[in-house]
Each structure stands twice: as structure tokens, then as C-alpha cells.
């Protein structure tokens, strides 16, 4: 089969090209037929060397949707179950320390089995399913998202970021996100947008709403200074408030937070990773994903690009188009 893979970090001139055998299956995995591959900035990182716990050779790609085309049960004899099922997946060590999907094939657990949305075509399902599992932690495992809380968004525009408006507004949360710009962007009617045209914009929009300490849930999808501590002013004081991040864009991974602020409103704060969530609990937020997108309470992507996968300055040029943040349109290798 052909996959992309490196050798070494450092450089994403390191990811190439190559002919290998399919991989093997062991009893209780599926062999899917990668048909679309999401690439994700963690892809990026993980070629460049930002990411520690990434070990090689490596083929990267967290994202895929595709259809079964083998599978072995638990005794090691042949499956016919979930022959020719469309599914999709993420997450887990998939890309970082065991290969990933920027490949032909992939092999999955036959139990993390998720059927994708039926009605999204495999570039669209492929292109979706990391930003929507972090923004699922985000928002369920994390923030503990619930009816009637005030929500700021922190890049509301970006994949997770819009992906966590949509589950908070499911829930009954009053949203309020940012935007670096609204020239070009059109937000949901179920978003407040707030335009970062100021150092204050983000509690000068809040108090205009009535909710000066009254933010329940801070979630930073962005990672800059001077929005989050902004952000961090509006929040309610009561003890209750959560705060989630999930990026910085320094590249030391520092920068300042305003302690006096966090500490005299009691915030609490969380990381989020994708990966705390193993194949089975990943599976569980997917199947219900694919429901509520196909019942249309949630919905997928408009637009993808797609990137073949044998273009290999085409590849490279997503993969830091992805890591600098210059497009809001997301993108999937075709193999």
C-alpha cells in the first residue's frame, strides 16, 4: 500500500512517500479502506518534532473515514459483520506512537467501530472527527457544559471552537464567541460575535450584555495572551467558573495569566487532550455524533479541500497552511 511517512522529526521535507505491505491483522481488528484522512495541526506538530511523546518512523493522521474491507474476530477467524460499513474515527496514540491514517489502509479495534454520518460523504466525515472529540471533551468531560450557563469561545471560527458552539447551544448554554475579524466570517445566529478590535473588546462586549461576572465557561480554542485574560475579567467570582484551554500560540508555550484575577474569582482550569478518552469512549461520543448530525440537531462541514495524497508539495503546503492557522476551510488527504 502507499502511506506518507518520516523518519525522523525535524522537518516537514522529512515526510515522503512509500511503498509498504498492508498491516496485519491481529484477531478482534478491522482492516478499513482509508478513503479521506483530516489533517490536523497535531499532525504538523508531530513531524516537526513539538510533540515528545511521538516516536518513528512514523506514519501520521489521526482523522479517517473509509469502509471495512476484512476483519478478524476475537478467535482470530474471519468476520463478514462489518464488511463494507462506512465508518470514521480518531484519536487515541493513533499518528503518535502507532501509525496513523495518511495511508491506504488502517487498522482499527473491531469494538471502536463507529458507522459514519450517512449523510456526509467521506471527505466531510474525515475532516471532522478530532476537532469534534476535543470539542466534545471540552465541552461534556471537562467544562461540564449545562443549560442556562453563559459560554465565551475563544476562537469561535476555528474547528473546535465552532464544533463547541454547536454542542454548547445543544445544551442550553448562551454563547458568546470571538473572531479575529468580522469582514469575511458569518457567524451562527446562536453565537453572540465579538470582534477583537480592542484589548478589551471581549469584557467591554459582556458588560454591553448585561453579564459582567456572570461567564460561567471560559474556552480558549486560540491560545493568545491578551483575549484569554480579557476573557478571564468577565467570569463569575462565585467559584463555579470553568476554564478549559487547549492551545498556546507562543512557540515556548508560555505566556502570562493574570493570577489575581483567577484567583479572586476561585476559576478552576483544565487542559484538554484528546487522547485521555481510550478506542471505546471515543467510539461512544462518535456513534452519537453520527446520530444527532443525522437527525440534523448537530451539523458537519459545508466545505472541504482535498488533498491527493501522491501530491507531496500539496501535502506539505496543508500541513502548514493547518499549523499557521491561515485557512478556515479544513482539509483531508485522499489516498
Known amino acids: ?20 505491505d498492508k498491516p496485519i491483522l491481529r484477531p478482534g481488528e478491522a482492516l478499513v479502506r482509508v478513503r479521506a484522512a483530516g489533517i490536523n495541526a497535531s499532525d504538523a506538530a508531530g513531524i516537526l518534532g513539538m510533540l515528545p511523546f511521538v516516536t518513528t518512523p512514523r506514519i501520521p493522521g489521526r482523522d479517517f ?14 468476520s463478514q459483520e462489518w464488511i463494507g460499513a462506512e465508518v470514521w474515527g480518531t484519536g487515541s496514540e493513533r499518528g503518535f506512537s502507532s501509525d496513523g491514517s495518511f495511508s491506504q489502509y488502517v487498522t482499527v479495534p473491531i469494538a471502536a467501530l463507529s458507522r459514519k454520518p450517512a449523510s456526509l460523504d467521506h471527505s466531510r466525515a474525515g475532516s471532522m472527527t478530532l476537532p469534534w472529540l476535543c470539542a466534545w471533551i471540552t465541552v461534556d468531560t471537562l467544562a461540564n457544559v449545562k443549560k442556562g450557563d453563559n459560554v465565551i469561545i475563544i476562537g469561535a471560527r476555528g474547528g473546535i471552537g465552532s464544533a463547541a458552539a454547536q454542542l454548547c447551544n445543544e445544551r442550553g448554554a448562551r ?25 478589551n473588546a471581549i469584557r467591554e462586549a459582556i458588560a454591553k450584555a448585561g453579564l459582567q461576572n456572570k461567564i460561567d465557561v471560559l474556552l480558549d480554542c486560540a491560545g493568545y495572551e491578551q483575549p484569554f485574560n480579557d476573557a478571564l475579567f ?36 483544565k487542559g484538554m487532550l484528546s487522547s485521555i478518552l481510550g478506542p471505546l469512549e471515543v467510539k461512544e461520543v462518535l456513534d452519537d455524533l453520527a446520530k444527532k448530525i443525522d437527525s440534523g440537531l448537530l451539523e458537519g462541514p459545508k466545505e472541504v479541500n482535498e488533498v491527493d495524497m501522491k501530491d507531496m508539495d500539496t501535502v506539505k503546503g496543508a500541513l502548514q497552511e493547518i499549523l499557521s492557522r491561515a485557512s478556515h476551510v479544513r482539509s483531508v488527504i485522499i489516498p
Request: glycine letters at 8%.
Open 1 to 20: 500500500m502507499q502511506a506518507l511517512r518520516f523518519e525522523h522529526t525535524g522537518s516537514l521535507d522529512g515526510l515522503s512517500l512509500v511503498n509498504i
Open 65 to 78: 473515514s473509509g469502509e471495512v474491507v476484512e476483519a478478524l474476530d476475537a478467535s482470530g477467524a474471519s
Open 175 to 199: 454563547v458568546f464567541g470571538t473572531y479575529t475579524s468580522l469582514a469575511k466570517a458569518t457567524p451562527p445566529s446562536y453565537v453572540t460575535p465579538i470582534e477583537i478590535s480592542s484589548k
Open 234 to 269: 468577565t467570569m463569575t467570582p462565585n467559584g463555579t467558573g470553568r476554564v478549559v484551554v487547549m492551545a498556546v500560540h507562543a512557540k515556548d508555550g508560555l505566556f502570562p495569566i493574570s493570577m489575581r484575577t483567577f484567583y479572586t474569582k476561585a476559576l478552576t482550569l
